[in-house]
């Protein structure tokens, strides 16, 4: 079977010998699809994966082999995420599941970039769904970024009708003010990219260029009577996105971290201070979390229609060298 790895800067397919499942429990599964998370991108650039790695993980896949309890059988077109939590350590029985130990050591095996996957037993009791007719392979493999978006939602405990502003329209945040849109939230956005401007304005999002912050922050207080918004959802990575939510933030209001940022910056400590502000991170979702991002996509309450370029397993080098250099949106890659 072909493989995608990671060889120093590049991509490298490599013919590798097939997965089965021999006596395993779990299924193995043909990939239709695989979505390019930023994540896979972060680990790419600054090489924090070893050569011979596997990335992706946002798979639509089809069962060839299964030995499982569960009622799925071979055939069948299933979504499945990556990481499983144990339910049962102190991190699980707090609701920080993405911070379990046996969360970070569960996976997809050897990864999403590949024609043959192996699901565990566990995958497919928690974190794997029956994909249904009316939706698309591509719109489905949203099913784990939407996923990592609704808990930051869920996590924010924010009250209906209250105002919100994604700093970033990067697939991610576009996703992100979608999900806010559908939990009811008055959602804003900005960026500083006048193509992802443009699109999310076309999606019903009120977006504005952030690059002269003093004019942009008047904007928002002209929207939100002077006070600044109830929430900043933070899907940019650099530094100067914190000038942005600072100015921005209504006092008594929450900043949910949502990317990393250089080592160097940090949140103003007096500024947390006087202004009573909460600064949250929110990292990756839940199997309940994933489950109501895949109700939220199949009965198509949260729009992922659109936003994806599909290239082939053979061309992923573009597939990744075209998202760092932000010329497409979202690349999905076919098998
Ligand atoms: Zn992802
Ligand atoms: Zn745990």
Redesign the pocket.
């Known amino acids: 079977m072909k493989t995608a790895q990671v060889y120093g800067n590049n991509i490298v397919i490599k013919d590798v010998e097939d997965i089965k499942l021999n006596n395993r429990k779990g299924a193995v599964v043909k990939v239709i699809g695989c979505g390019l998370c930023g994540s896979d991108i972060v680990k790419f650039k600054h090489k924090i994966v070893h050569d011979g790695a596997v990335l992706g993980h946002e798979i639509v896949a089809e069962i060839i082999e299964i030995n499982s309890e569960t009622d799925f059988k071979v055939g069948d077109k299933i979504v499945s995420s990556h990481h499983i939590?144990?339910?049962?350590?102190?991190?699980?029985?707090h609701g920080n599941?993405s911070?379990?130990?046996?969360?970070k050591e569960t996976n997809i095996v050897p990864g999403g970039f590949s024609e043959k996957v192996y699901l565990s037993e566990e995958h497919l009791k928690n974190v794997a769904h029956l994909v249904p007719k009316n939706i698309s392979d591509e719109e489905i493999s949203f099913y784990e970024p939407l996923g990592c978006c609704i808990r930051a939602i869920k996590r924010c405990g924010l009250s209906t009708g209250d105002s919100v502003l994604v700093v970033g329209l990067g697939s991610i945040g576009l996703i992100m003010a979608e999900g806010l849109k559908a939990y009811g939230y008055k959602v804003y956005g900005c960026d500083l990219i006048e193509d992802r401007i443009n699109l999310a304005s076309s999606r019903g999002i009120e977006s504005f260029n952030s690059i002269n912050l003093d004019e942009f922050s008047e904007i928002i207080k002209s929207k939100t009577e002077s006070l600044g918004v109830d929430a900043v959802f933070m899907t940019s990575g650099a530094d100067k996105a914190i000038d942005v939510a600072i100015k921005t933030i209504k006092m008594g209001g929450k900043i949910l971290v949502f990317s990393s940022t250089p080592l160097s910056s940090g949140y103003p400590n007096n500024e947390i201070y006087y202004k009573e502000l909460t600064v949250m991170g929110s990292y990756s979702p839940s199997p309940k979390d994933l489950k109501d991002s895949f109700d939220l996509i199949v009965s198509k309450k949260v729009n992922v229609s659109n936003l994806t370029t599909v290239y082939n397993l053979n061309d992923i080098q573009h597939a990744f060298d075209d998202t760092v250099s932000n010329k497409i949106f979202k690349a999905y890659i076919k098998m």
């Open positions: 939590p144990c339910f049962e350590c102190t991190y699980c029985r599941y911070m379990c130990k046996h969360f």
